[in-house]
């Protein structure tokens, strides 16, 4: 569970939004997701696409492109990266509605997506 004083959390920046009662989409996609397998050691790469319905704050981009670098040495599983993500975007965002797909590159002939969801979509 996310720990407040978490390192990787204090990463993340957050603006106002300003149209907080229209329902707007918002999606951020980053191509270049590295992390590192725990069983393995090796490089897993992939895409991580955050979209959300923003409440009263926006993540800021600079800071969400730190945040996700961050894991880059991480030891972590996929289904587990993509939880982490999208608990520590509702923390701090709180939106009313939020979803994070993992998009991994094949490895060992398998395909792997991961989409974790918090909240119902208005």
Known sequence: MIQKHDNKIKLLETFDNTYPGRNYLITHQTNEFTSVC???????FGTIVISY???KKCVELKSLKYYLQSFRNDGIFYENVVNRILDDLVYILKPKWMEVKGIFTTR???HSTVLASNGKKP
Request: charged share 15%.
């Open 38 to 44: 725990p069983k393995t050691g090796q490089p897993d």
């Open 108 to 110: 060992g002939g398998i």
């Open 53 to 55: 319905i923003a409440n």
